[in-house]
């Protein structure tokens, strides 16, 4: 050791390279295991967990939205509907709110996507006097309570054996209809008012699916996106969801 090297001396001149090596050992880790690392945070082809699960599309841009901000946003555009007081929404963008608002331009579809997130540990249920289950029932109660008395349909006490598909989930009391009849562009605004409603709330009231204006959105994708509905009769109404809502909540199992 010359006389200019001081111990102390010698440890600063080192930690410069003790520190470029650490980090080049960190940056072979990652790329390494990035692919692997970076899958098990993201949801199959979503975002990131942890970030905003729900997107809004405005004409001036795309907004991303936390699932509560999506809630909030939909619950304050509900609410404005019906006159009645509103919560703060100082934190959300204008433009989010008078899209919801205003719905999809023209045949846009949905302007509003959340990530699905279907919940796989619930317990079958049985229907209950009203010919709905449970869930269900408190999903009729949710938005009885945001959106006031509804047209309603698909379900009766005792529950109902016909007018729907083979495998409907009207059968089961898991699914119930809202209608916005007749056809209209208002009635169309308002529809898609409780779906885009419906689908921020679906993870906290175990929705499965949503069906309106030849569009639907499923809690087992998790991406989110509404797609294309093909209705069995593309000239009839009913079928395409053109005229009402559809929503159910998913079943559970017997385990």
């Not at 520190?19 to 949801?43: F, Q």
């Not at 905003?52 to 599309?57: D, G, R, S």
């Not at 841009?61 to 555009?77: I, P, S």
């Not at 999903?139 to 109902?160: C, D, I, K, W």
Request: hydrophobic share 35%.
């Amino acid at each position: 050791m010359t006389s200019g090297a001081t111990p102390r001396g010698w440890r600063r001149a080192i930690r410069p390279l003790l520190r470029l090596l650490l980090l080049g050992m960190l940056a072979s880790t990652l790329v390494l295991l990035g692919p692997g690392l970076l899958s098990g945070l993201r949801a199959e082809d979503g975002p990131l967990r942890g970030g905003p699960a729900c997107t809004v599309e405005t004409s001036e841009g795309e907004f991303k939205l936390r699932r509560e901000e999506a809630q909030l946003a939909t619950t304050t555009v509900a609410l404005v509907a019906r006159g009645l007081e509103t919560p703060d929404t100082s934190g959300i963008d204008g433009a989010v709110l008078q899209r919801l608002a205003d719905g999809p331009p023209e045949d846009a579809g949905a302007s509003l996507t959340c990530q699905g997130s279907g919940s796989g540990d619930l317990q079958e249920e049985q229907l209950s006097v009203t010919g709905l289950t449970p869930r269900a029932e408190q999903l009729r109660e949710a938005m009885t309570e945001v959106f006031g008395e509804q047209s309603l349909g698909g379900f009766a006490p005792g529950g109902v054996g016909q007018g729907h598909g083979a495998d409907s989930t009207h059968y089961d009391g898991r699914a119930i209809d809202i209608f916005f009849r007749p056809v209209t562009e208002e009635n169309r605004r308002e529809g898609w008012i409780l779906a885009h409603w419906l689908v921020a709330h679906a993870e906290d009231l175990d929705i499965q699916y949503v069906i309106f204006d030849d569009r639907f959105w499923s809690a087992h994708s998790s991406r989110g996106q509404w797609q294309d509905y093909a209705a069995p009769d593309p000239g009839n109404e009913i079928l395409r969801h053109l005229d009402h809502v559809h929503v159910d909540v998913l079943g559970g199992s017997t385990d």
